[in-house]
């Protein structure tokens, strides 16, 4: 009974859509009839409606770099985390700004007299850090001369140790110490000293930097 049923209902149905489908071959998808090609298509979707991340923005959040050696940007880097933790928009208790923590008068000698545009604007603040290194660096150039290789109290001076401590302490400063052999070692608010710099800083390649006597900055 159940052969008579297949025989007679089952079998014809497959062999009618078997049929159809060669009757009928528009019914496969042509995948050419649906190119893109040739239309305007905008993918800008409005912020309201994306599928974005909300994960919250972290202030001071820690960025971990590649080891970058002993470059010029890693003495840069590494001078930049001491003074504010590489913060662009840092402003210490005793009023100094930005990622390299710089004075107000300092900024002027660099021909900036809008201290909140600066705070504000971190290329205005790579530009000021380079050019106040080579306004240090020309007024140390003879210190930097003699004194580069020898020690002082058991430190080695470095012409990057020497630019680090004229960031930290001015230029005058770096001289008085290098001059008195370590008798004047200048320390800021914060009781960190020209000779920790020297050592903190030492052996970095600072050749980037050209000796300018009236470097500015400026974008």
């Not at 052969?3 to 050419?32: G, M, R, W």
């Not at 040739?38 to 960025?63: H, Y």
């Not at 003699?146 to 960031?167: D, P, Q, Y």
């Not at 006597?213 to 400026?218: E, L, N």
Request: net charge positive.
């Amino acid at each position: 009974m159940n052969k008579q049923i297949v025989s007679k209902v089952i079998v014809p149905f497959v062999v009618c859509f078997l049929i159809a489908l060669a009757l009928y071959p528009s019914t496969i998808v042509n995948p050419e009839q649906y190119s893109t090609e040739g239309l305007d298509l905008d993918f800008n979707v409005p912020k309201n409606i994306a599928m974005v991340d909300k994960k919250p923005q972290v202030k001071n959040e820690k960025v971990f770099t590649p080891y970058l050696g002993k470059s010029f940007e890693a003495f840069k880097e590494a001078l930049a985390f001491k003074e504010s933790q590489g913060d662009y928009f840092s402003v210490n208790t005793f009023g100094y700004l930005g990622k390299y923590q710089f004075g107000k008068e300092t900024l002027k000698m660099l021909g900036i007299y809008n201290p909140v545009y600066f705070l504000n604007t971190p290329e205005l603040q790579e530009k000021a850090f380079i050019a106040n290194a080579r306004r240090n660096k020309w007024i140390l150039r003879r210190d930097i001369k003699r004194f580069v290789g020898k020690k002082i109290g058991a430190v080695e001076v470095t012409e990057s140790g020497i630019l680090a401590a004229a960031h930290l302490a001015g230029a005058g400063s770096v001289k008085k110490y290098l001059r008195s052999y370590g008798a004047n070692n200048f320390a800021d608010g914060y009781g960190t000293t020209v000779r920790y710099y020297l050592k903190r800083f030492a052996g970095y390649d600072t050749s980037f930097i050209a000796p300018e006597r009236k470097a500015k900055a400026s974008i």
